[in-house]
């Protein structure tokens, strides 16, 4: 079975674990593909009993066929698995961000190329419960350049606690306005309001 054009089970199966393991998290309990993607949080706390779920025709739609982009993802879905059990006062469109932020700093410490993860959200409208796309791409790219220097600066990378607390200072407060991407991207200014975390 493939994802796309070149996405087979092993290459899913490795695009978990791999992670799980840059979180230092275990696997999820069961893999399961289903008509989307996200994880489902037994409420426990624990790492060892979440359920993940994924949908190879909704990564097709969205462009993503190689296993960079998917693993990406997957780093995306495995820091809402971090995320279970912690105070962090996000709201869902925070912490969406947030976990694109992370998948950003995997790419960033990695040398993975996240534009492929951005191409793929770059035109998708908000909801309820995600961000606009627009919003969402600036937060990757902000993951990775955060992870690069700090790298650069510290020679080591950062603790994930580390990576939360940049994203919250800097990344992730609520975003009500924001001007073209852009402008955006060759400003690195983005407008937004206060919000409580």
């Given amino acids: 079975m493939y994802c796309g054009e070149s996405l087979t089970d092993e290459m899913v199966q490795q695009s978990i674990h791999e992670a799980s393991d840059f979180f230092h998290i275990d696997d999820p309990m069961i893999v399961a593909e289903y008509d989307k993607t996200g994880v489902v949080l037994n409420g426990s706390g624990s790492f060892s009993d979440d359920i993940l779920v994924f949908s190879r025709e909704q990564m097709s739609d969205m462009g993503i066929t190689g296993k960079e982009t998917f693993d990406l993802v997957m780093t995306h879905e495995a820091a809402h698995r971090m995320l279970q059990g912690m105070e962090t ?33 770059a035109l998708e409208q908000g909801s309820d419960t995600h961000p606009a796309g627009v919003s969402r791409v600036y937060s990757i790219k902000e993951g990775a350049e955060f992870a690069e220097v700090y790298k650069a600066t510290h020679g080591t990378p950062p603790t994930f606690q580390e990576c939360l607390e940049h994203f919250k200072e800097n990344v992730g407060r609520e975003q009500v306005t ?20």
Avoid: I
């Fill in 89 to 121: 006062g996000f709201n869902s469109h925070q912490e969406e961000l947030c976990c694109d932020f992370m998948s950003g700093v995997r790419a960033g410490l990695n040398g993975m190329d996240f534009s492929g993860m951005q191409e793929s959200l």
């Fill in 178 to 197: 924001l001007r073209q991407y852009g402008t955006a991207e060759s400003t690195g200014s983005v407008a937004f309001v206060d919000s409580s975390y």
